[in-house]
Structure formats: structure tokens, C-alpha cells
């Protein structure tokens, strides 16, 4: 058992480093960066873990996942355990192993982290998590539920209504997902790349969904084929995960010209209709030498990484603060610093500029400097006078940022906005129509997976809640 | 998977497709589309729903075979599958009883004009409708369009049927007729035709409307990929549109932003004969 080894010999253990396909070799093809620990480094890293009685790790986890715990039991090489303690809080481990910015929750509060460095509690996460989908025989086994003869609809099939639809299945519910494109898992499939989260980890919980009786049906806009009053009608109650798809718009001069994406088109084309990725692939993209992505977020970090590994030779960040201020997963963006990704810092686009054919050419600049911290708590970069310069460039993605899409909400006139046109919702996904609830982007703006899944399981409760009161 | 009941010719690269989807038929309006993906690895494009019959769960479309994605899906039999339809998308047209309508509708315009011709014939608009199109071949829709209108009109640029000229013709006789001067326009076709018909009626102030077809992946609002220039706003035609008023429309940013994937050689040659023709038809 773990409690045999001192905590000083746990202390005397080094963290981990994530095995990683070299960079040279990876900036060339679509394949996951990072390998996995193996079964030993798993092992190693799972005995830094002090156990803390007071669980520090687990106040930064939106969620809660029980970590001592499941790290405990994976010390203990009893991997059906961690893997059940996992699954008993996070639907989406191998999701949330990968995607997180654990360096800003779970890691940020480990009590490792104050001297030294923190448990590598994602690393860890996605090992259980991994280990589980190779070993479905080895798993504890639920027993199904009865059946309550409700049913609830689900619209979207993102993180947030994949949870929703889990939880929802497992009390007993009869649950249909509705889902606008022609395939699962919202941003985790058309904006994530694979080299992040491969498909296959998608493909698989949806599986899971489906051994548990939830039906999939895509390519059903809600809103448009049918609406929120035809699904409360039809169903006992509807959880809206629509997530927060509208992109925004630089609104600049040049937007408009050949070669200039927003980054959910560019993401999209490569992602999900697998653009420059096969062979057999008919929906094009466009491809430069020299590509420049506006904006510092996990968002700008996968387009130009993607950019990179269709062939770009200059592959450009351009932030108008500086590399401290931004938002991206700190692991992102030290990949793609080794994948050759240049960084152009404090620095504001002014216009995208084109040739006489109305090509993109190049982006027009100018340098920032960082003042006192706004009302956000970052600091406010503002103009450099005639600090004027000009990058060149044949591919411009915008990743500036997405809001609340209002196809959905725009046919359900009774459904409570806010002035941004997100979805007014209580802790528990309550909307203003009773039987309706909401979670995830749509509630919350682009936030993350692990807040959207949040969203679904305590929306899930709430349904329940309802369902069984109705 | 979406079953194609039929599959007909109309002329020469021109089918009407029915297809089982009856969600889709239930909720359609004039005016909308749906998104179509024929199989894995296929592009996602836009079509107009042409007709729906409600009742028996289907829609129709009319495609035009330009590329290799309309070609693929009207080479697949009655009988087969789509593996994709989206929709009912876009904004339904704002039909009202204008009183006189002229209707224009270039190539494959007509068939997303007929389900335009229809409803404002339902609203008790008189209308008057022209049809232009290569040659006689090229010309679709007359039998269905013909007793919704009128007066039908048909041109084509070798004199094979009608008019011999382009759709611009007839139009400029029509406003020169104060008899005749209609309240409202809809104009459906290629850009240049689409510009060429906004900068006729602008003089008078005509209201015109056209239906506007730039690229689209997603068709809800959500990549920013179809967007056009109208006044000084940034619009997705998917969701704002597709139709729009013409006075408003920056038709050259359209047109431009069609041929972003034309990079591929004989697409380029045959592109370029087209354009030498809607050139002429623009400058008429
Ligand atoms: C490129 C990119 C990278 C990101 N990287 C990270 C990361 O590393 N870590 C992290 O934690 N977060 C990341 N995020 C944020 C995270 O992905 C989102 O916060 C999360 O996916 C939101 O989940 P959701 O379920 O609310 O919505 P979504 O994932 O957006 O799913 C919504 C689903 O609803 C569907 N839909 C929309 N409208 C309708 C309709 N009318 N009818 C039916 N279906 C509809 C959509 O097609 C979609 O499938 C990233 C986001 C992007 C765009
Ligand atoms: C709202 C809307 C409704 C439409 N309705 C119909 C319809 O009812 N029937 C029909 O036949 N077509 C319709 N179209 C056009 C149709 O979507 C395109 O013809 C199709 O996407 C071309 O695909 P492809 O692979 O066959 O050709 P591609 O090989 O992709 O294209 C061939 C050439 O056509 C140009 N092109 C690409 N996309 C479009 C486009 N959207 N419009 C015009 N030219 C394009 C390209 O520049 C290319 O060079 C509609 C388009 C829109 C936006
Ligand atoms: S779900 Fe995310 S934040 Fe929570 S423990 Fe796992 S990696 Fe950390
Ligand atoms: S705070 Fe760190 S060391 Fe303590 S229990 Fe959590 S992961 Fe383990
Ligand atoms: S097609 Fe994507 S926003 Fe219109």
C-alpha cells in the first residue's frame, strides 16, 4: 500500500515529464504530442502525492474530482478502483486529462506546488482514463437502471450534453441528444485538433453513451428543424448545451479578402471535414508559406499549430499583450514555441492588407505597451505612437474570440438572455421556461470543457430533481 | 442517412432530387436551404429546398452539377442515401402582396427562385417572371413556373428559345413601362446577373431582393465563412440571409470571395469562360 512509503521518500521523487513525439517530427503530421506515461511513471509520479487531509487540489477542480483518492488507489496499482473513483466524478477523464489548465486549477493548489513542483495530476488523470478505455473488461461494472419512463432531450454534443446525457442515462432516463452538425462532441471534434485529443477518445465516449440507451441524433438544428417548445412537448424535460459558436469579428479593414479566417472555419475545414489531412478529402483549405493568427488563446495556439503542420514555414502569434497575459494552457504554448512558432508579442493588428487579386498579403501592426491592470485584472496594453509595422503574410485566422450563437435562442422568445445573449440559468441549469435547463458556453461565454461537463452533471441532478417531482 | 426517392434530369447537368426528410419538409419555409454532405469525406454544401411536400416527408432539390460535389450527388441513383441534410436554414423570405413582382432568375437561380415564384403567387403578387439560360437546353422550371405567373418570359443567348439575349433584356422594357413597373424584384443567379439587376432599379428605388450564394461549411452561424459585405455591415448570409437587398449588397466582394479555391487548372479555364460570358451579360 502507498501508506508504506515516508513522505520524505515521497518528496525525494521528481515529477514526471510527459513523453513527447519530437518536434521536428510533429509539426509535420496531425499525431497526439503527447505519449502517455508509462505504467512505471505512472506509478513514480502517483507517489508524490502527499495525501493531504485537507485536499488542497480538490478546491481548485471545478469539479471536485476526488484526487487523493484516485491517485491513491493508482499507487496502489489497483487501476479498476482509480479508474471507478475518476469516473464517479469526471465523465470525460481522457478529455479533461488532456484539455485542462490544470496549471490554474487542480495543479495550481497542490501543496507540492509551493516549493517545488506540483503533482502531475492531468498526467495522472489521463493515464486512469486511458487505462480504462483499453481495459473495459476490467472495469467495476454498473448495474443498469431502471428504467423511469421519462425522457429528456438534449441539445448539443459538446462536453456539457455528453454529461448531461450520461448522468441523465444512468439514473434511468430516456435521453435524445440533438446535434446541429453531422457528427458528436461539439468543440472537442471540429476545434480541438487531434494532436491534442485524438478522435478516437470522442468516438469512444460516445459509445459509452450509447451501451447506456442515449440516441444520437444529428444533423437536427434546434431552432431550425425543430424548437424548444416542440421539445418540451415531446419530452418531460431538455437540457440546451449549444455552446457559444458565433465567432466574433475583428472588424478591420481587410477582413473580408481571400485568405482570412475566422479560426472556427479554418478549425472546422481541417478538423471535422479533415481538410490537407486525406487524401480523399473534398472540402479545401487554403494554405500559405506565411500565416499569422490574431489572438492568445488555447484557440490561436491550435490554429497555428495547425498552420504549421499543413506546411507553414512562419507560423505567427500576434497578441497585443504580452506572452504573461495569455490565456492559453501554459503547455500549448510551450509546444508550439518548440514547433517553431514564432511569437509576436504586444502587438495589435490595425488592417489585413492584400494584393490587387484581393489576396491576403500581410497585416498591418503596431507595438503595445502594457499599463496598470484593467477591470480584469490584466494589464492594459495601449498604442505605441508610430510604432507602425508590416508583417507579411498569405493566410490571416482570426481567434480572437466566439459569443453566444442566437439561432436557438432567437425561436424561443419565452428563454431568458443576457445583454451578450447567453442563456440566463441558476447553479442548476434552471432557465426561465420551467423543464428547460442550460449549461456550458451557452450560459457561461467560451469558458472550458471542465466547467461545461460541470454544467451538465449538476443540470443533470436538477433534471432529475424535476423529473421525479413531475 | 436520408433516401433518394427520385432522381431526375431536367437539362443538360440539371437534376431534381426528392428526398425523405421529414423533419426537414415539416419546418421548411420559402427562401431556406439545407446543407448537404453526400458520404464521409464530402463537402458540406449549401442547396435550396425547392419543394416539400409535408405530407409524404419529402423535400426537392434542383442541382445544378458544377463541381465534384453536386456531380457526385446527382449520380447517385434513386434509391441511395445522402448521409447528410441540415436544415431548414437561412431566414424565410419576407413574403408580402406587393402587387406587381418581376422575378428573374439565371442558371441554377431558377430553381432557387421557384420556391420564391410560388409563395408570392400564394400572396396574390401579379407576376411576371424571366428565365435566362445558354440555350434552350439550359432552360428549367418552365412547366412549374408557367401557370404561376403572369406573364413568363424566356431568354437565351443564342435566340434557341425567347428572348434571344440575356434575362436584362425584357427587365429594362418592363421599368422603361410605366404600365408595367413592378413593386418589388427578386433576382436569383450569378453575380454579375444579381449586380446587373440592383443597378437597373436603383435609379427608381425599385425594392429588390436577391438570394445571395457564398461558400458555407457550417450553415449556422458558427465559422463566419459566408459572410458578405451589405451596407456597412459584416453579414452570414446563412443566418441573415441568404436573400438580402440588393441595393446594399457588395456584389464585387461576393463575386471575389467565390473563386477563393480556384487554385485548380481546368477549373480555372472553365471558370474563365463563364466569367468572359457573365461579363457580357453584366455589361448589358
Ligand atoms: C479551438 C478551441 C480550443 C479549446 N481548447 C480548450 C482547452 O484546451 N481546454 C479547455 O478546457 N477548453 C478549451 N476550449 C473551450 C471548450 O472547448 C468549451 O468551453 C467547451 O467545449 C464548451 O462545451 P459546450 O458543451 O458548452 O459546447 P460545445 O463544445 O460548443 O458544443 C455545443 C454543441 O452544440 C451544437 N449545437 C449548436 N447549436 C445547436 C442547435 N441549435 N441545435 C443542435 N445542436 C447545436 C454544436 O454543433 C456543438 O456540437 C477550447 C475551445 C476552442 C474553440
Ligand atoms: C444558400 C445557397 C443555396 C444554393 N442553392 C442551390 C441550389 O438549389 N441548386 C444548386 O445547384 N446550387 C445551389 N447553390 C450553389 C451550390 O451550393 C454550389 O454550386 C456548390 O456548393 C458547388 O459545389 P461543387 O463541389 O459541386 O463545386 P465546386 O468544385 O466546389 O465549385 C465549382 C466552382 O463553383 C464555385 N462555387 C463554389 N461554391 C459555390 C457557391 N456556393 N455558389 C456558386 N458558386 C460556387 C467555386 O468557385 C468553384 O470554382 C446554393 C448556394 C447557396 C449559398
Ligand atoms: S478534471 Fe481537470 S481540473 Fe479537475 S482534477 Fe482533472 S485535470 Fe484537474
Ligand atoms: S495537494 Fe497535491 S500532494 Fe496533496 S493530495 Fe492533492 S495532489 Fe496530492
Ligand atoms: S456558413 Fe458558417 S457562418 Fe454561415
Redesign the interface.
Same mark, same amino acid.
Given at each position: 500500500m502507498t501508506n508504506k512509503i515516508s513522505a520524505k521518500d515521497r518528496m525525494a521523487i521528481e515529477r514526471t515529464a510527459m513523453p513527447e513525439l519530437p518536434a521536428e517530427v510533429r509539426s509535420r503530421n496531425f499525431e497526439e504530442v503527447n505519449l502517455g506515461l508509462s505504467y512505471q511513471q505512472a506509478l513514480d509520479e502517483a507517489r508524490r502525492c502527499l495525501q493531504c487531509k485537507n485536499r488542497a487540489c480538490v478546491a481548485g477542480c471545478p469539479v471536485g474530482v476526488s484526487i487523493p483518492e484516485f491517485i491513491d488507489a493508482l499507487a496502489s496499482e489497483d487501476l479498476p478502483r482509480a479508474a471507478q473513483v475518476l469516473r464517479g466524478d469526471n465523465a470525460l477523464p481522457a478529455v479533461c486529462g488532456r484539455v485542462c489548465p490544470q496549471e490554474t486549477q487542480c495543479e495550481a493548489l497542490c501543496v507540492r506546488g509551493v516549493k517545488g513542483e506540483s503533482v502531475a495530476i492531468g498526467y495522472l488523470e489521463r493515464y486512469v482514463a486511458d487505462w480504462a478505455m483499453r481495459h473495459p473488461d476490467l472495469l467495476l461494472t454498473e448495474a443498469a437502471p431502471a428504467a423511469t419512463g421519462k425522457s429528456v432531450a438534449v441539445v448539443g454534443c459538446g462536453p456539457a450534453g455528453l454529461t448531461a446525457a450520461g448522468e441523465l442515462a444512468r439514473k434511468g432516463h430516456k435521453v435524445t441528444i440533438f446535434e446541429a452538425l453531422h457528427d458528436t462532441g461539439g468543440v472537442l471534434r471540429y476545434g480541438i485538433p487531434e494532436f491534442r485529443l485524438p478522435k478516437e477518445i470522442i468516438d469512444r465516449e460516445v459509445a459509452v453513451l450509447s451501451r447506456l440507451g442515449v440516441a444520437i441524433e444529428c444533423n437536427v438544428i434546434i431552432g431550425k428543424t425543430l424548437t424548444i417548445s416542440e421539445l418540451s412537448s415531446e419530452f418531460d424535460a431538455v437540457f440546451i448545451a449549444n455552446g457559444a459558436g458565433l465567432p466574433t469579428m475583428l472588424n478591420i479593414p481587410g477582413e473580408n479578402l481571400k485568405g482570412v479566417y475566422a479560426a472556427n472555419e479554418f478549425l472546422t475545414r481541417v478538423n471535422l471535414m479533415e481538410a490537407g489531412r486525406r487524401e480523399d478529402c473534398n472540402t479545401p483549405i487554403i494554405k500559405s508559406r506565411e500565416v499569422a493568427v490574431i489572438g492568445g488563446g488555447n484557440t490561436a495556439m491550435d490554429c497555428v499549430r495547425t498552420a504549421r503542420r499543413l506546411g507553414a514555414e512562419r507560423a505567427m502569434i500576434v497578441y497585443r499583450r504580452s506572452e504573461a497575459e495569455m490565456p492559453a494552457r501554459v503547455e500549448e504554448i510551450k509546444h508550439a514555441k518548440e514547433e517553431g512558432v514564432e511569437f509576436v508579442m504586444l502587438t495589435a493588428p490595425l488592417a489585413i492588407i492584400g494584393n490587387d487579386q484581393r489576396w491576403v498579403s500581410g497585416l498591418r501592426c503596431q507595438r503595445m505597451e502594457l499599463g496598470p491592470p484593467d477591470e480584469s485584472g490584466r494589464r492594459k496594453p495601449s498604442p505605441v505612437p508610430g510604432s507602425e509595422f508590416e508583417l507579411s503574410a498569405g493566410v490571416v485566422i482570426n481567434a480572437v474570440g466566439t459569443s453566444a450563437n442566437p439561432l436557438l435562442t432567437a425561436t424561443a422568445p419565452d428563454l431568458a438572455l443576457n445583454k451578450w445573449g447567453n442563456i440566463v440559468a441558476s447553479e442548476t441549469g434552471e432557465t426561465s421556461i420551467p423543464g428547460v435547463f442550460a449549461g456550458g458556453d451557452i450560459v457561461r461565454g467560451g469558458a472550458t470543457v471542465i466547467l461545461a461537463m460541470g454544467d451538465g452533471k449538476s443540470a443533470a441532478a436538477a433534471i432529475d430533481e424535476y423529473l421525479k417531482r413531475k | 442517412m436520408f433516401e433518394i426517392i427520385s432522381n431526375d434530369i431536367l437539362a443538360e447537368n440539371l437534376h431534381k432530387l426528392v428526398v425523405s426528410a421529414p423533419?426537414?419538409a415539416r419546418?421548411r419555409k420559402a427562401g431556406q436551404f439545407v446543407m448537404v454532405?453526400l458520404a464521409e469525406?464530402?463537402?458540406?454544401i449549401p442547396l435550396t429546398i425547392g419543394d416539400a411536400d409535408a405530407a409524404a416527408g419529402t423535400i426537392s432539390l434542383f442541382i445544378q452539377a458544377i463541381g465534384?460535389?453536386t456531380r457526385r450527388i446527382v449520380d447517385t441513383p434513386a434509391g441511395g442515401f445522402i448521409? /447528410?441534410?441540415? &436544415?431548414?436554414?437561412g431566414k424565410e423570405t419576407h413574403i408580402a402582396n406587393w402587387g406587381r413582382v418581376v422575378c428573374v432568375g439565371g442558371g441554377v437561380g431558377t430553381a432557387v427562385l421557384f420556391p420564391l415564384v410560388k409563395a408570392l403567387a400564394e400572396a396574390g403578387n401579379q407576376i411576371t417572371t424571366i428565365i435566362g439560360g445558354r440555350s434552350s437546353r439550359y432552360i428549367i422550371l418552365a412547366d412549374e413556373l408557367t401557370p404561376l405567373s403572369e406573364t413568363f418570359l424566356v431568354t437565351t443567348e443564342d435566340g434557341s428559345l425567347g428572348y434571344k439575349g440575356f434575362v436584362t433584356g425584357p427587365l429594362s422594357e418592363i421599368l422603361a413601362d410605366p404600365e408595367r413597373i413592378p413593386q418589388a424584384v427578386f433576382a436569383v443567379g450569378p453575380v454579375p446577373m444579381m449586380r446587373a439587376v440592383a443597378e437597373m432599379t436603383r435609379p427608381q428605388g425599385i425594392e429588390t431582393i436577391v438570394s445571395l450564394n457564398p461558400i458555407m461549411? /457550417?450553415g449556422? &452561424?458558427?465559422?463566419?465563412?459566408c459572410?458578405v459585405?451589405i451596407g456597412t455591415e459584416?453579414k452570414f448570409a446563412c443566418?441573415d440571409g441568404p436573400e438580402f437587398d440588393a441595393h446594399l449588397v457588395d456584389f464585387d466582394?461576393l463575386g471575389?470571395?467565390l473563386?477563393?479555391?480556384r487554385?485548380n487548372e481546368a477549373e480555372a479555364v472553365r471558370h474563365a469562360a463563364e466569367d468572359c460570358k457573365l461579363a457580357k451579360e453584366a455589361a448589358l
Open positions: - | 423533419r426537414i419546418a454532405r469525406g464530402e463537402e458540406r465534384a460535389s448521409r /447528410d441534410v441540415a &436544415g431548414p436554414l461549411i /457550417d449556422t &452561424g458558427m465559422c463566419g465563412g459572410r459585405q459584416t443566418v466582394g471575389d470571395r473563386t477563393s479555391y487554385q
